[in-house]
């Protein structure tokens, strides 16, 4: 397990014993995202559907203590089948910034998958908020520890559930 951080970036990479395209397809489908969060803030999908591609959005329904239940709207910014896959989420119904002018914070999730041989995969989950306002920069680095926490226990669960295949 390897972490690293930049400005307003934070990035924690695992090797996980499973082939790049089953690694993807899990990314790929926001149904399974709660049973690899390691934050315990995703309750669920609100649509079944499974990301296609740049421009795809999808639903999930949230919970943090702070904000109580809400939904997260996140837009497909990045696809490349097997290699990388990422999402900006913008706040949704019940969140109490969903109707603020300029709601949409400007991060995104970012998941980078580069093959090691040909049943293993070197996953980096990255929070990239490069593109965020100076105040909501300020908040990311001072949260970066938990942040990482959360990024490695995203990971471990990622290669829990591939283990079960």
């Known amino acids: 397990m390897t972490s690293t951080t930049g400005e307003a970036v ?10 790049a395209g089953d690694i993807f397809r899990i990314l790929a489908n926001p149904g399974r995202h709660p049973d690899l969060d390691g ?3 995703l309750r669920g999908g609100v649509f ?11 639903v999930m329904r949230m919970h943090y203590e702070r904000y109580g239940d809400y939904e ?42 580069l ?5 293993a995969t070197v996953v980096t989950e990255i ?10 920069r300020a908040e990311v680095d001072s949260g ?9 226990s995203t990971l471990e669960r990622l290669a829990e559930l591939c283990a079960a295949r």
């Open 48 to 58: 079944d559907a499974v990301v296609l591609g740049v421009g795809d959005v999808f």
């Open 10 to 19: 934070v990035a924690v990479a695992q090797r996980i014993g499973a082939p």
């Open 115 to 119: 093959p090691d041989g040909a049943e």
């Open 127 to 136: 929070f990239d908020g490069s593109r965020m306002p100076e105040d909501k």
């Open 39 to 41: 934050s315990g803030m």
């Open 72 to 113: 997260m709207n996140n837009q497909v910014v990045e696809y490349e089948p097997d290699r990388r896959i990422g999402w900006e989420p913008r706040p949704g119904r019940g969140h109490p910034d969903a109707t603020a002018p300029g709601a949409a914070w400007g991060h995104r999730w970012i998941f980078d998958l």
């Open 144 to 152: 970066r520890a938990w942040w990482q926490t959360q990024m490695a």
